[in-house]
Nanobody, 125 residues
Framework: QVDLVESGGGVVQPRGSLRLTCAASGLRFTTYNMGWFRQTSEKEREFVGHISWSGAINYSGNVQGRFVLSRDTNMNTVYLEMNNLKPWDTGVYYC???????????????????WGRGTQVTVSA
């Protein structure tokens, strides 16, 4: 059984930082590309970033230069370091896994095979 568990969310002031963690189990981690998405009650699920099995990284324009993705293959874990947070970064952040054999766009939620339950991030003064 595949399980993705996010952690590290919380409440932070604008310009603050948080580090999210996604721990994966039940899958062959090195054959999956990993994505982060976020969602609020007013918006559809929004792409944040993607890291491939080989370490290639893509970010959405909204977070480029502020967020940093990394993965630890030995620990089956993906990290999302979020810096200079803005109020509009508020939302539930989801980790997702997509088989590396897929060649379609990495920013499409429907193309991911597994999802975590999410962790809430609130940026507020």
């Amino acid at each position: 059984q595949v399980d993705l568990v996010e952690s590290g969310g919380g409440v932070v002031q604008p310009r603050g930082s948080l580090r999210l963690t996604c721990a994966a189990s039940g899958l062959r981690f090195t054959t999956y590309n990993m994505g982060w998405f976020r969602q609020t009650s007013e918006k559809e699920r929004e792409f944040v970033g993607h890291i491939s099995w080989s370490g290639a990284i893509n970010y959405s324009g909204n977070v480029q230069g502020r967020f940093v993705l990394s993965r630890d293959t030995n620990m089956n874990t993906v990290y999302l370091e979020m810096n200079n947070l803005k109020p509009w970064d508020t939302g539930v952040y989801y980790c997702a896994a997509r088989s590396s054999v897929k060649t379609s766009r990495y920013d499409v939620p429907a193309d991911y095979d597994y999802w975590g339950r999410g962790t809430q991030v609130t940026v507020s003064a």
